[in-house]
DNA sequence: GCGACAG
DNA sequence: ATCTTGTCGC
């Protein structure tokens, strides 16, 4: 059965309840394969009620892509902060699943365990595929922090009282830091390792760039370029 | 009761 | 998330 039949009626109370079961099978110990692939994983809307998943495989080593998957389905959950996965990961388990290249880790737009329950998207995925994951934010949901030097690759702890639950980092100079948080299946170290691995010339990390690109409404730009 | 709040 | 090109600044 699919994820959104499985998902079909759930209240946001019964998402919570979900989510304090599944954050038990998340694992924040280096688990991974050789990483040969990488896949960056977003999703847009192409109005209030379609939902747009894209996942874009790169080469882990040159960060070319390799193979790519876009899936849509109608929205069935409201955006509500910290519940970000019952609207997302439905609509991209089924792009998931229509990859001809099962990548080696995903890093997914959103948090991985910087969650109120430990829970965010990443690590709901990640639980989901049993892929090693890694949750990469643009803005902060949960955590506190000193601040950042502005040099590349600087990073500082993100807290949740005594608790490390992920990083605030500088992916470039003059731009504002990225959060970064385990996912599924490694440390934080590990994660933050390959999202600068994963980072160029630009904020986000190329998985991003191209995830973003094609999930938005701008995606046929993106899909040209695929070759 | 008053803010904060991934995408 | 989304409406949107060029432009100012490091």
Known sequence: MSLEQEWAGLTPRDAVALQRKTATAVITEDQLPVVRTVAGVDVGFEDKHTARAAVVVLDAATLEPVD???????VSFPYVPGLLSFRECPVVMRALASLKVTPDLLLCDGQGIAHPRRLGVASHLGVL??????????????GTHDPVSDRRGAWVPLRD???????????????????????????????LEWVMACVTRYRLPETTRWADGLASNRGQRWLDRLK
Do not use: C
């Open 161 to 191: 009282g005594n608790e490390v639950i992920g990083a605030v980092l500088r992916t470039r100079q003059g731009v504002k830091p990225l959060f970064i948080s385990p996912g599924h299946r490694l440390s934080l170290a590990t994660a």
């Open 129 to 142: 595929t049993g892929l090693p994951s890694i949750g990469v934010a643009k803005s902060r949901l949960l």
């Open 68 to 74: 790519h998957a876009l899936a849509r389905l109608p």
